[in-house]
């Protein structure tokens, strides 16, 4: 027996906002949440500029002090998206007022890279003292990227299976895949899910500016133009997304109020290349054409949205574009397609859940969140990108793609809840 997917609890930490709406606001206002760095001194870096998390208070989330001064902020970003996801979805597992047994409460949180500003910190500790003594005893708890999955279990009690997928920028859309089939096949009866990351380190910007993959804009507001003939790179994202996905009957029993429904999965390999994705598009259409057919999908009927990975790099996007056409043919014309890491930068092991996110907006608001800054269309990149502004379109079906280093490609189908 197959159960139903649906998805009870949404929450999010990002450069465009601290909760959903405000996320959502700023997607369909063209808000971009691309700033100068301030975080740490910039000078001599070759990249000035990112999509940073700001006025974030872990308090309010309730990690008291020496939580927050033990975790990495990729664990506190995703401790605070976990914490709105679950108080949305009203899901206990211990108290008077419990309805999930815990064992069946699971966590798929990762993170593309994990505590990469305390490995930054304790390993300059360690060049200056060889004998190690400074290095904290905290170190391998904070940095290992299953971290947050773990501290996420503990707050809530779940007691199910936790798992951290680690697929680079695919990372949290791998995660609700499999949360979704782990559900989907009884495993689960709920399951929260997504991905959480801190990468805007100066050892992030220089890595990743070294490797040729970060645009060197210094123009934060003109520096993340996905599908335009004038794109140099993506920029750095931080921030967390979470959802909460559960079996549909589970969810009825208890009245849970319900957000949208994941309807498909698709996950494929390149088996190509460590950084660069396949150039023929041919292995990521195929992780878009299963996750359609899982969810049904009729270019007859349906009114597709397409959450593009769209990371403003050469290569991806041109490729992406193939990918799109050899999955759905002519209908691919069709389709509303945008990039919202356009308004977010890159948020890595966060950037597919809170893509996610997005799609279940735009299907349950009926808008199409904008590509800003798209004035000059690449040639190549030839579908309709929905330059500039937002639009308001009928939608039936969404999917969001995500394509990571190491040729790990991922999608996710969503409709609207009809009972």
């Not at 301030?38 to 940073?52: E, N």
């Not at 409460?105 to 400074?134: H, N």
Request: with cysteine; proline share 5%.
């Amino acid at each position: 027996m197959q159960h139903r997917v649906v998805i009870t609890g949404m929450g999010v930490i990002s450069p465009v906002g601290n909760d959903v709406r405000t996320f959502w606001d700023s997607l369909v206002r063209g808000v971009c949440g691309i700033a100068p760095i301030t975080d740490f001194p910039t000078d001599g870096l070759p990249v000035r500029i990112a999509g940073m998390v700001r006025n974030f208070n872990g308090e309010e989330y309730g990690m008291d002090k020496a939580f927050l001064r033990k975790q990495d902020k990729f664990v506190q970003y995703g401790m605070a998206a976990a914490v709105q996801a679950m108080a949305q979805s009203g899901l206990r597992t211990a108290g008077d007022d419990a309805n999930i047994d815990p064992f069946r409460l699971g966590v798929y949180v990762g993170s593309g890279v994990g505590g990469f500003e305390t490995q930054y910190r304790e390993t300059a500790k360690m060049i200056e003292d060889p004998t190690g003594r400074w290095v904290s005893p905290l170190m391998v708890p904070t940095i290992i990227s299953n971290m947050a999955a773990g501290q996420i279990a503990i707050r809530f009690g779940a007691e199910g299976p936790c798992i951290d997928v680690v697929t680079a920028c695919a990372t949290s859309t791998n995660a609700l895949g499999e949360a979704f089939r782990a559900i989907r096949h009884g495993y689960a009866d709920a399951v929260i899910a997504g991905g959480c990351e801190h990468m805007t380190t100066p050892l992030g910007i220089a890595g990743f500016a070294n490797a040729k993959a970060l645009s060197r804009a210094e123009d934060p507001n003109y520096a993340s133009l996905p599908f335009s003939a004038d794109r140099k790179g993506f920029v750095m994202g931080d921030g967390a997304a979470v959802l909460v996905l559960e079996e549909l009957e589970h969810a009825l029993a208890r009245g849970a109020e319900i957000y949208g429904e994941m309807v498909g999965y698709g996950n494929t390999c390149d088996a190509y290349h460590s950084t660069a994705p396949r150039p023929d598009g041919t292995t990521q259409s195929r992780s878009i054409a299963d996750a359609l057919r899982e969810a049904g999908y009729d270019p007859a009927k349906d009114t597709l949205y397409i959450n593009a990975h769209g990371t403003g790099t050469k290569l991806n996007d041109s490729a992406e574009t193939l990918a799109c056409k050899l999955a759905l043919g002519d209908a691919a014309y069709r389709a509303h397609v945008t990039s919202i890491k356009s308004m977010t930068g890159h948020m890595f092991g966060a950037a597919g859940a809170a893509e996610a996110i997005a799609t279940v907006m735009s299907l349950s608001e009926g808008v199409v969140t904008p590509t800003i800054n798209l004035t000059v269309p690449d040639p190549e990149c030839d579908l309709d990108y929905t330059p500039c502004e937002a639009v308001k379109a009928g939608l039936t079906l969404g999917i969001s793609n995500s394509f990571g280093f190491g040729g790990h490609n991922a999608c996710v189908a969503f409709r609207r809840y009809r009972a």
